[in-house]
């Protein structure tokens, strides 16, 4: 009798256990890969979509060359509506999941800026805040159709790139849409994108830009490559790249390569605000690490020698840096994150400020403190190879 009483028990307890009544499968999905947005003449949304497409398999087991991808677009009033019409197009359902950027053109940002686009991309579940972002010179779907160098697909080619160049070049800066809406709901409403071109070749057919300005979403302008740099210096951003020093005495370098470099190992930056007899007073202090990759016109043979090179190295550094602040506060943005560090020191003049702050910002004095630590020279006698 108990044995009969536990084996209802246990059959009626499977009546509450839930199943796969909501279910998709696999071949019900569309898996998004890249997205690209742009502006037609008739300022309606153009949406471009590369979607992942599955390996061909013949009758007798072989697989089929084809791409791994192909891109699909639509035109609508709205992001979410030209999202939710790919299945009129696809016969699948969109998924998300797999989205690895989003491609946004400059037109498009200089117009309705970032946010209506942001906007899509938090209140929507699926798709995923990790996903790269771009903006890219001239139409966002042109990307999309060019092959990738050595991923599967182009928009895996593009977030590799966007990764490796903070990293290692510091042409630009890593950036997803988690970070972009962080940075946009700063104080200031201030900030930067990174950028990204095509070039006229078929071997390498993207160009990093460097990064675009913002301001309350809007795109008003770009820094080049080279300004870049020390732009994510001033920002704690900056990683493993390399500082050039110029031959000859002159201010600029040397298109034909004579200049020295340093690779930098680290970099630590830090803003410091104060405020006195109504103007803002801001202290940049870098702190950066490196060894001695190219020695041009370098002499480092001996410790006299070398510590002239530092100190030229850390002049050229600090001319750099000052060229951006100089430039950013022209435009009187201020990426910096130095209204937020006004904000968290204090409070109460932030408040005093807070309506005319890009007109503070553009008043406000600048002093560097830049330090170079070099490990070493490369070679035991730190003498140039090459006899000038």
């Known amino acids: 009798m108990k044995q009969s009483i536990g084996t209802w028990l246990s059959l009626l307890s ?16 569309g898996f998004v890969m890249a997205v690209a947005i742009d502006l037609n003449k008739e300022g309606k949304v153009e949406l471009t979509t590369q979607i992942y497409k599955p390996l061909q398999v ?28 790919i299945p009129t197009l696809l016969g699948r359902r969109a998924q998300w999941s797999h989205q690895r950027i989003v491609l946004i053109s400059d037109a498009y940002v200089q117009k309705r800026g970032l946010r209506d686009v942001l906007d899509f991309f938090n209140r929507d579940h699926e798709p995923r805040m990790s996903s790269n972002l771009f903006v890219t010179e001239g139409k ?3 990307f999309l159709e060019e092959k990738p160098l050595v991923e599967s697909t182009t928009g895996q080619q593009l977030k590799r ?16 849409l988690l970070d972009m809406n962080l940075m946009l709901r700063n104080k200031t409403g201030h900030a930067v994108a990174p950028y990204i071109g095509l070039m006229q070749a078929d071997d390498a057919p993207f160009a990093v830009k460097g990064v675009v300005l913002l301001d309350d979403g809007k795109m008003v302008g770009a820094l080049s490559p080279n300004r870049t740099e020390y732009l994510l210096m001033l920002m704690n951003k900056y990683h493993y790249a390399i500082i050039q020093t110029p031959c000859g005495g002159t201010d600029e370098l040397n298109a034909g390569g004579l200049n020295n470099s340093i690779e930098v190992v680290q970099s630590q930056a830090k803003l410091a605000s104060d405020y006195a007899a109504g103007v803002l007073h801001a ?43 100089q ?32 007109e503070h910002f553009q008043r406000a004095r600048f002093t560097y403190d830049v330090k170079l630590t070099l ?14």
Request: charged share 25%.
């Open 161 to 176: 790139i966007q990764e490796a160049a903070a990293q290692y070049s510091g042409k630009t800066m890593k950036m997803n």
């Open 140 to 142: 966002a779907s042109a």
């Open 327 to 358: 430039e950013l506060q022209t435009k009187k943005l201020d990426v910096l994150g130095f209204g937020d560090q006004v904000y968290r020191s204090n409070p109460s003049l932030w408040k005093s400020l807070e309506s005319d702050w890009g």
């Open 58 to 85: 013949s009758t007798s087991g072989s697989i089929q060359p084809t791409d791994a991808y192909f891109n699909l677009k639509n035109v609508q009033d709205s992001v979410f509506e030209a999202v939710r019409d």
């Open 14 to 29: 499977l009546l509450l256990l839930t199943g796969c009544w909501d279910q998709v499968e696999l071949t019900e999905r």
């Open 283 to 325: 202290t940049v202090t870098v702190n950066i690490t490196g060894s001695l990759a190219e020695a041009h016109c370098a002499d480092v043979t001996t410790a006299e020698k070398e510590a002239r090179f530092i100190v030229e190295t850390e002049d050229r550094v600090q001319t750099n840096l000052e060229a951006v602040v």
């Open 375 to 388: 490990l070493d020279t490369g070679m035991h006698a730190g003498k140039q190879m090459q006899v000038q």
